[in-house]
């Protein structure tokens, strides 16, 4: 089984999306022959790197609403993330451009290390309060991932390096329709949208691995009555021999 998820890393939901995913996986019997793939989803593409404003600030001004509205929205959000084990320090997060971030995550995956960086710039964005848009800062993520720092800096000064398998996955978004993050498509064949529950995640598994896992159905080439020739229960009936 294969899960595609779309998702960015400066996503609440996604995180949280992310953790119930997870708690799913960990109550699934066949979670051994589950892939997970991320993928390329930009929020805002035109967002700018950090400029010293705050989450709250932000959201404020993108959504016409006072700043102590835009706090007790984030201070909702981060009620759900801990509900899944999470710490969101909304207070002190840096608000940035994560295209970057994105490129950096798909050379991760050409090393083996998509699943740990991904993870890693998530807690960084949210419950380090980092700045994933900072090259540096990058760097040292890519370090803490298993990467090579010094590799991780030649891709991250070079504009171009995985700038296109980024595109890819935003575009493969816009032939699924997909417009809100995090999505999550199962073997190219089921969707989900959103943090769903833990449970809808867990139906969802069982449902897929059902159905694209039938059991098999038997052709019976019996010959004789199965009451005559077999024991059921504990009881065996010997039959009595019919006269000719």
């Not at 991780?152 to 575009?171: C, F, G, T």
């Not at 052709?219 to 004789?224: M, N, R």
Request: glycine share 6%.
């Amino acid at each position: 089984m294969k899960i595609e998820v779309w998702s960015d890393f400066v996503c609440p939901f996604c995180y949280v999306g992310k953790r119930r995913l997870e708690e799913a996986l960990s109550q699934f019997p066949h979670s051994d022959n589950v892939e997970i793939e991320f993928k390329s989803f930009e929020l805002d593409p035109n967002s700018p790197p950090y400029s010293g404003k705050s989450i709250h600030e932000s959201l404020a001004s993108k959504y016409g609403m006072s700043i102590e509205q835009a706090k007790q929205a984030n201070q909702n959000v981060g009620q759900q993330a801990a509900g899944v084990g999470l710490t969101f320090n909304f207070d002190n997060m840096k608000p940035t451009n994560t295209f970057n971030a994105h490129r950096l995550a798909k050379f991760a995956k050409t090393q083996g290390k998509e699943a740990a960086i991904t993870e890693k710039l998530l807690y960084a964005y949210f419950t380090e309060s980092k700045n994933v848009g900072d090259v540096e800062t990058l760097a040292d993520i890519a370090e803490a991932s298993g990467l090579e720092r010094e590799e991780a800096l030649k891709v991250l000064h070079d504009e171009k390096a995985y700038a296109n398998d980024v595109r890819i996955d935003q575009s493969i978004a816009q032939q699924y329709q997909i417009t809100g993050v995090p999505f999550f498509i199962i073997n190219q064949k089921y969707a989900i949208s959103g943090a769903q529950p833990t449970a809808t995640f867990s139906g969802a598994l069982q449902k897929v691995w059902e159905e694209e896992n039938p059991a098999p159905v038997l052709q019976d080439l019996s010959t004789v009555s199965a009451e005559d020739a077999s024991c059921v229960d504990g009881n065996c009936v010997i039959p009595e021999k019919k006269e000719k």
